[in-house]
């Protein structure tokens, strides 16, 4: 053995030993935390996570799926996050759950749903704060796709289809809300496809759920395309917020339903009750609405289970007002006259 | 040296040989030299080289303490980038100081990607209340991009509890999917480029301030200020929300004046304690303004400003008129505005 290798061998042994104590079981090479089915089952990917599932992520960092979670019981939620911004990166690949469902079919169609607080492919508690769920899927869970029970939260990039609840979630109670929602497809779910306060909800396809698609209350609904949903398309709820330049066609209610918000600029189009009910629910000021274009070729009697309108004013009279034109079947709708506010 | 030329000249073939017979003789000779090389190679791409496979430099506490992550770094924070290039973060950085700023941009074109990772500093908040709840801070920004470092961008990734604020960037810049939250000061503040689909969340003082920039699509809540402070910007499809004021007009002193106009449109403004929106010569479209503690749209006489389209709501359980709009007459309603569900009176609504 030369000099040369007598001094450097052992040199070598301790890089690589200590190339090996930098790098553990579960962390990259570049700090992002690795979860897969082995580590999740085996627990310890954060001080707090125990073995098997939820996988709890407790600390400020960057997370990385490297493979397809199972979940094969209907009430174990797969990841939870309780540690603020927290980015947990799906990778592309797919946390799974035991519902079924029939994709020729509506979200109603699915069976083994469960009730309760698990069940969830990522429940964000309110310690959550300011993270974010992107770029993967979630399907087939038992209770539903995301829950956020916290404030400031971002879920991009995602595809949540066939959960047994909602695909989106929030308790809207307290101080939750000030969400992301943007440029997800969010198809075949149980219940109603998102349903979050205070939130900004952008350019997503809501598609085929069990429920209303979008219900958003004081909040921006937004290029979003809502489709074939069981029910309302878009809901505003009774408080006011923004639905403007949406597609929403073909869900079995009616397309947009708002007493108080500025609907501007959307396509509503051959939903089964009215385009745009402005009579739901008693309104917080008012509604605006301009720019519409309003469409509706059924047949009367062919018009599902309610009433075959292009649009139903406020329930209350002046309490909804055009700012600009909007068209019905082509030509201009013929609103009710409004008042005029005038100054003190 | 003995590992450099023991083998030199060979080819690819030869190398290839060599590294096989490496392994077969770990300690002999020059072909065990081989072998070391690339076990130091392997041994460093491990531990966090400074460098990725794709010429990415990267950076993590570590190689912040140790310095030297470009020419001129210093060991510590800041982490300077004085070279044009992509950089990634590859772990959270922790600062210990409010006064300390993380990563300062002197170079033009820098891509900075916060690659998920968090830039934490000390200061702390309530989140169950507005930003003004957190410690105030001074001095330290998450990212500060250089008045000669045009062209930066700053993307996906989390500023938290900073003392001076997220990012301060002072030319022009890009700063997309970043999560600010709880600093002692501003959360994202621009001087020409782009914010957007950013979340900025309970900061000490303004969520955003910008001046020659577009603003979009970013949630803008529970600030200490005013939401987003706009000047010469096109502000689209934000939603500010529960701030002290929701969206306002102004700008440094040096460039106030009645005839630089703002542009926002498509915004929801609501329950801000304040103002929803206040300018001075803004065009003011198609936005959802609500339940704000002040007026929802004040426009200033400073300037000739346009309105239309806006849904404006307050105060149901009182004089529906209160607390909706003041318009001077030089501002220009181009297209109807409702109020409380009617039309909006044409001048002054208070």
Request: proline share 4%; glycine share 16%; aromatic share 6%.
């Amino acid at each position: 053995m030369s000099d040369f290798t007598r001094f450097t061998n052992p040199f070598i042994y301790r890089i690589l030993l200590a190339a090996a104590l930098a790098a553990p079981a579960g962390f990259a090479a570049d700090g992002v935390i690795e979860i897969s089915q082995a580590r999740a089952l085996e627990g310890g990917i954060t001080e707090m996570d125990q073995p098997g599932f939820p996988v709890t992520l407790s600390r400020t960092g960057a997370y990385l799926l490297t493979e397809n979670l199972e979940v094969e019981e209907a009430g174990l939620t797969a990841i939870e996050i309780v540690a603020p911004t927290v980015d947990l990166d799906l990778n592309g690949f797919v946390i799974e759950g035991p519902v079924v469902c029939d994709f020729q079919e509506r979200g109603d169609s699915c069976s083994g749903s469960v009730q309760g607080l698990g069940g969830w492919g990522v429940d964000v508690v309110f310690d959550g704060h300011g993270g974010k769920v992107h770029g993967g899927s979630i399907r087939g869970m038992g209770r539903g796709g995301i829950i956020l029970a916290t404030v400031g939260f971002t879920v991009s990039d995602m595809t949540i289809v066939g959960n047994g609840g909602e695909g989106i979630w929030s308790p809207g109670f307290g101080v939750m809300g000030a969400f992301l929602i943007e440029s997800n497809v969010v198809t075949h779910n149980r219940s109603i496809g998102i349903d979050v306060s205070l939130s900004l909800v952008r350019n997503n396809t809501v598609f085929r759920n069990g429920s209303w698609g979008i219900n958003a209350f004081k909040s921006n609904s937004v290029e979003n395309t809502v489709s074939s949903n069981a029910g309302v398309g878009i809901q505003g709820s009774s408080a006011n917020g923004l639905i403007r330049a949406n597609v929403v066609a073909a869900n079995t209610g009616a397309g947009i339903a708002s007493a108080s918000c500025l609907i501007l600029d959307n396509v509503s189009a051959e939903n089964g009750q009215e385009q745009l009910d402005m009579s739901a629910g008693v309104g917080e000021g008012g509604a605006g609405w301009g720019g519409n274009n309003l469409t509706r070729k059924g047949l009367p009697g062919q018009c599902g289970i309610g009433p075959c309108e292009l649009f139903t004013p406020p329930a209350a009279p002046g309490s909804a007002f055009e700012v600009s034109p909007n068209t019905c079947n082509g030509a201009l709708c013929d609103p009710p006259e409004p008042p005029i506010v005038q100054p003190l | 040296m003995a590992i450099l030329f023991c083998g030199a000249g060979f080819g690819h073939s030869d190398m290839k040989r060599q590294t096989t017979a490496s392994t077969a003789s770990f300690f002999g000779g020059c072909s065990s030299g081989f072998f070391i090389l690339r076990a130091l190679l392997i041994a460093a791409l491990a531990a966090g080289s400074a460098f990725a496979a794709d010429g990415v430099i990267e950076i993590n506490q570590a190689r912040a303490l140790a310095g030297g992550v470009t020419e001129g770094d210093e060991p510590g924070f800041p982490v300077t980038l004085a070279e044009s290039g992509g950089y990634l973060l590859t772990g959270n950085l922790l600062i210990e100081s409010a006064s300390t700023t993380a990563i300062e941009i002197t170079a033009s074109t820098v891509d900075l990607d916060l690659n998920g990772f968090t830039i934490e500093g000390p200061i702390v908040c309530d989140f169950e209340e507005r930003g003004d709840s957190c410690t105030e801070g001074s001095g330290g920004w998450g990212v500060a991009v250089g008045p000669a470092a045009p062209g930066s961008r700053v993307h996906d990734g989390s500023i938290r509890g900073m003392g001076a604020g997220g990012v301060n960037a002072g030319s022009t810049s890009i700063i997309s999917a970043v999560t600010v939250t709880g600093t002692g000061g501003t959360g994202i503040s621009v001087a020409g480029g782009i914010v957007e689909n950013c979340m900025v969340l309970v900061n000490h003082g303004i969520g955003i301030t910008a001046v020659s920039a577009v603003v979009r699509a970013n949630m803008v809540a529970r600030n200490g200020g005013f939401g987003i402070s706009a000047f010469t910007s096109n502000v689209l499809d934000n939603h500010v929300m529960g701030n002290r004021g929701g969206i306002s007009q102004s700008g440094p002193a040096v460039l106030t004046g009645p005839s630089v106009p703002a542009r926002i449109h498509g915004n929801v403004v609501a329950d801000n304690e304040e103002n929803g929106i206040d300018c001075g010569s803004c065009t003011v479209l198609d936005n959802a303004i609500f339940d704000n503690g002040d007026l929802q749209l004040n426009m200033r006489p400073d300037g000739d400003g346009a309105w239309g389209g806006n849904n404006l709501s307050c105060c149901t359980d009182g004089s529906p008129f209160l607390n909706l709009f003041s318009v001077p007459e030089n501002v220009h309603e181009v297209a109807p505005n409702s109020c409380n569900g009617a039309r909006c009176f044409d001048l002054s609504g208070i």
